[in-house]
Each structure stands twice: as structure tokens, then as C-alpha cells.
């Protein structure tokens, strides 16, 4: 995975700090002869996030009008599509 550029922009109000990171996406042409894209994410984001091995279920929502992917732990009291 070949990292281009990592930024980090602090949040005064709330003392937060917001890092951004550039990668590029892994292709792969798969058995069925479709393609599929992978992304590695940074494990301290994750944990940060309460992910794990055992905890792993997230949401992935995706805005045509914007362009962006927002991934969000997902709630254990919800189920997908609610």
C-alpha cells in the first residue's frame, strides 16, 4: 500500500485532532470475473473506535451528492437498515 500524504488539523473548541491520511485503493479481479476494492485501515483508528476481532460490525454509508464514505461502528440495538 503505497501512503501519500498524512495531515492532522486540531479542533480548537473541542481539542480534538482530525488526521487524514491518502492511500490508494486495492483492485483485484475476483473468480466470478467481477472486481472488488479493498481499503486497509489504520488499527488504532479502529480501536479508537471500539472495533476488534470480536467487535466488527460497522455501517458504511454512502452520500452520491457529496462523494464520501462515512463508516460508523454500528449500534448493537440496531439492525442493518434502520
Known amino acids: 500500500m503505497e501512503k501519500i500524504e498524512t495531515k492532522r488539523k486540531r479542533n480548537s473548541k473541542k ?5 487524514t491520511r491518502g ?3 486495492n483492485y483485484g479481479l475476483k473468480n466470478d470475473g ?3 476494492a479493498k ?6 483508528w479502529l480501536e479508537h473506535m ?7 460490525d460497522i455501517d458504511i454509508e454512502y452520500s452520491p451528492r457529496t462523494k464520501k464514505i ?13
Not at 50 to 56: F, K, N, W
Open 34 to 36: 467481477y472486481w472488488s
Open 23 to 25: 492511500y490508494k485503493l
Open 50 to 56: 471500539g472495533l476488534s476481532p470480536d467487535e466488527r
Open 70 to 82: 462515512t463508516i460508523r461502528k454500528r449500534d448493537s440495538k440496531k439492525e442493518v437498515g434502520e
Open 15 to 19: 481539542n480534538i485532532v482530525k488526521e
Open 39 to 44: 481499503l486497509t485501515l489504520p488499527i488504532g
